[in-house]
């Protein structure tokens, strides 16, 4: 078995690694982004406004959690298929920006805030967007700080669905350019272990920066949030 060739290339030329990283940032930004919107919107509801069949519909929902993905892969993928969406970013992004863990979460500490709160904000006149926005969003900052840093892990790190909508080289993000680089041209010729480690710590690092962040802002979350345990 031949070893590998020394070669002065690295993963930065060897393929489009400035695209495969916009491309990855683009999609876990609004990924996140929408996921703290959506779900910090859904979960208010579920934990403060009383509607007919709230709590059937929210254990339902719960429910959807012991599916497995691979089963809703195939359904979700058609989906964007009919809506003309593969090898796109709406088609990377949009399945993503909802997540079932992401409004339990988020209901659980809502419901962790004393209904003084919004009753003073009632009485004050204040709309319920407002009280959500200026009382509850401020008061659930660890949690949101949690929601996006488990976002982030899961669509920066994301390699199956990319994998099924992205079609062209300039679609793809890195764990899929990573995977196509691991690949050996054929059984005779090892990969370029070097070069494929350097681009793991690469593809890595930004993990560990945004959770070394989120961790520090999870101490000042609790400092200010006024809630005493």
């Given at each position: 078995m031949r070893s590998t060739p020394r070669t002065t290339s690295s993963f930065f030329t060897l393929?489009?690694?400035?695209?495969?990283?916009?491309n990855t940032v683009i999609v876990t930004a609004f990924t996140v982004i929408g996921q703290l919107v959506i779900c910090s919107m859904a979960a208010y509801g579920f934990a403060r406004l009383n509607f007919i069949g709230r709590?059937?519909?929210f254990i339902l929902y719960l429910a959807t959690m012991m599916i497995p993905f691979?089963?809703?892969?195939?359904?979700?993928?058609?989906?964007v298929h009919n809506l003309g969406w593969v090898n796109s970013f709406a088609g990377l992004i949009v399945p993503g920006i909802s997540s079932v863990f992401g409004i339990f979460l988020l209901r659980q500490?809502?419901?962790?805030?004393?209904?003084?709160?919004?009753?003073?904000?009632?009485?004050?006149?204040a709309s319920e967007w407002r009280i959500f926005a200026q009382i509850f969003l401020p008061l659930t900052g660890p949690a949101l700080a949690t929601l996006a840093v488990f976002a982030f892990m899961?669509?920066?790190?994301?390699?199956?669905?990319?994998?099924?909508?992205?079609?062209?080289?300039g679609m793809r993000t890195l764990e899929l350019g990573l995977a196509y680089f691991s690949v050996r041209p054929n059984a005779y010729i090892q990969p370029n272990w070097p070069l494929l480690m350097a681009a793991a710590v690469?593809?890595?690092?930004?993990?560990?920066?945004?959770?070394?962040?989120?961790?520090?802002y999870?101490?000042?979350?609790?400092?200010?949030?006024?809630?005493?345990g």
């Open positions: 393929l489009p690694f400035g695209q495969y990283f916009l709590n059937t519909i691979q089963i809703t892969l195939i359904p979700l993928f058609l989906i500490a809502f419901l962790g805030i004393p209904n003084d709160y919004q009753d003073a904000a009632r009485i004050d006149g899961g669509t920066w790190t994301d390699l199956l669905w990319p994998l099924l909508i992205a079609r062209d080289q690469v593809v890595m690092l930004p993990v560990l920066v945004v959770y070394f962040f989120a961790q520090r999870f101490i000042t979350g609790i400092a200010l949030s006024g809630v005493k």
